[in-house]
T-cell receptor, first 115, second 109 residues
Framework: ETGVTQTPRHLVMGMTNKKSLKCEQH?????MYWYKQSAKKPLELMFV???????ENNSVPSRFSPECPNSSHLFLHLHTLQPEDSALYLC??????????????FGPGTRLTVT | GQNIDQPTEMTATEGAIVQINCTYQ??????LFWYQQHAGEAPTFLSY??LDGLEEKGRFSSFLSRSKGYSYLLLKELQMKDSASYLC??????????WGAGTKLIIKP
């Protein structure tokens, strides 16, 4: 595997379910990110981890819970979601989260539908 | 508040040139990025500007004017595979990336 991988690619869940999204980066980067992408809206940064420490949490509802067990893996645990949470969830990584020039590398995303 | 503006959609002809504009108002500036995103795929990095001027990379060029809060992405010799959304993002004083909603570029034969 190369780059940033995400599983599952598609997920349909009911509002009472609990599920987890998984992200893995094979680039040796120190920073990892979760984004939400809704149709015709800007990417919304949800969480940032640097060297396994959470450094940003942009007022995300508690029904989204991130976990970063090591610098290569990132999870997003989901529970009691709402239909408006249906979106594409993108994981990204970068060499460092504070250095200006480092671009982010994105995974293919998980298309989440909440019914 | 922080804001990135770019056109929602543009149409151009194969072989032609197109310019996608991006204006921004952010708290601080630590660089501007352009990404390409094909439908159903991940965004991929195209260019980075931190100083005023033009950065050229093959058929793609990106320009920045910090005093005007303005950038553009120039695509030359358009190909059908260039049909995609183009995302503008600015890194603010807290090093967060602020994203525009993207410009959907449609290429016609």
């Amino acid at each position: 595997e190369t780059g940033v991988t995400q599983t599952p690619r598609h997920l349909v869940m009911g509002m009472t379910n609990k599920k987890s999204l998984k992200c893995e980066q094979h680039l040796g980067h120190n920073a990892m990110y979760w984004y939400k992408q809704s149709a015709k809206k800007p990417l919304e940064l949800m969480f940032v981890y640097s060297l396994e420490e959470r450094v940003e949490n942009n007022s995300v509802p508690s029904r989204f819970s991130p976990e970063c067990p090591n610098s290569s893996h990132l999870f997003l645990h989901l529970h009691t979601l709402q239909p408006e949470d249906s979106a594409l969830y993108l994981c990204a990584s970068s060499q460092d989260w504070t250095s200006g020039s480092y671009e982010q590398y994105f995974g293919p995303g998980t298309r989440l539908t909440v019914t | 508040g922080q804001n990135i503006d770019q056109p929602t959609e543009m149409t151009a002809t194969e072989g032609a040139i197109v310019q996608i504009n991006c204006t921004y108002q952010t708290s601080g500036f630590n660089g501007l990025f352009w990404y390409q995103q094909h439908a159903g795929e991940a965004p991929t990095f195209l260019s980075y500007n931190v100083l005023d001027g033009l950065e050229e990379k093959g058929r793609f060029s990106s320009f920045l004017s910090r005093s005007k809060g303005y950038s553009y992405l120039l695509l030359k010799e358009l190909q059908m595979k260039d049909s995609a959304s183009y995302l503008c993002a600015v890194r603010d004083s807290n090093y967060q990336l602020i994203w525009g909603a993207g410009t959907k570029l449609i290429i016609k034969p």
